[in-house]
């Protein structure tokens, strides 16, 4: 997680999400899960506009369709590729101590 | 920053799903929604819509409208956004199967210990833990392609939330983050 050097410990998002240390990092306090919102997209401008986004996307980059718009769309990504493709393998990580039972 | 995420797709197996998140400084949000509202007003209004008007309907000419007066401001806060995809392949199916089985293993692991806990809050909390691994365990495979790929972005989301703030002055504001 990037955190600046500049901050102090009264930075408004180390006092409000940041709680105390543990093992190599930190605890999130409560008041980040209550950020992270599941909410109907007729009812939130945020999704709709993703919606909108995600669909020019999709229509040229999947489905191929003459949109010119789309490239104007590009220029607002913050990164230079159309999107991350992820692959799930049934490979995994070495196992390791989980946080939540440790004492 | 207020990340909003949404999809396109359907998820089947064998098809392409897709995931953006757009991000909104703030003290910008104001205007994004009123540029937005009016923007999707005039679109509604053109294609004679009187439901929800959805992304894959939006003519080229609107699109360009939406991208020029909802998403740029030329103060230099544009909103911002980050695109991801999934397959539905018989690989990703068979991770999926995987992931489900250790998941449900984990919160059946976590909830017996709780449950053996001196302390009476962890006992009762063993139930929940419980019943989260039994309705992971209960998922079909495209909701749960979906919940997981959502659940590998999130982290990367925040970091990018972060760091544009940082690198654009405003990480003050951080603290009415929500996504």
């Not at chain 2, 956004?81 to 293993?105: E, G, K, W």
């Amino acid at each position: 997680m990037p955190f600046s050097n500049q901050w102090d410990d009264d930075h408004p998002f180390l006092s409000t999400f940041v709680g105390a240390a543990r093992g190599g990092g930190f605890n999130l306090k409560p008041a980040f899960k209550e950020i992270v919102e599941f909410r109907d997209s007729q009812a939130t401008p945020e999704v709709r506009i993703a919606d909108v986004v995600v669909s020019m996307v999709r229509r040229a980059e999947l489905n191929g369709e003459d949109l010119p718009s789309y490239g104007r769309l590009r220029e607002f990504s913050f990164v230079p590729h159309p999107y991350k493709l992820l692959e799930w393998t049934t490979n995994r990580r070495l196992p390791r101590s989980n946080p939540y039972v440790e004492s | 920053m207020i990340v909003g995420v949404d999809e396109s797709g359907d998820f089947r197996a064998g098809t392409r799903g897709f995931f953006a998140a757009i991000f909104i400084r703030p003290s910008e949000r104001d205007r994004v929604v009123t540029a937005h509202r009016d923007w999707e007003r005039r679109v509604r209004r053109s294609l004679a819509l009187n439901n929800e008007l959805k992304g894959h309907v939006v003519p080229d000419r609107f699109a360009r409208e939406f991208c020029n007066e909802v998403l740029y401001n030329a103060n230099g806060t544009s909103v911002g956004y980050l695109a991801f995809a999934v397959d539905h392949t018989p690989a990703s199916a068979a991770a999926m199967d995987l992931q489900r089985s250790l998941f449900a293993s984990g919160y059946n692991e976590w909830a017996d210990t709780m449950g053996q806990s001196d302390d009476a809050r962890k006992r009762k909390g063993a139930t929940s833990v419980r019943q989260l691994g039994d309705w992971i365990r209960g998922l079909a495979p495209i909701p749960f392609l979906k919940l997981l790929t959502l659940g590998s972005i999130l982290p990367e989301l925040l970091e990018w939330s972060l760091g544009r703030s940082i690198a654009d002055g405003f990480d003050t504001e951080l603290a009415c983050s929500r996504s």
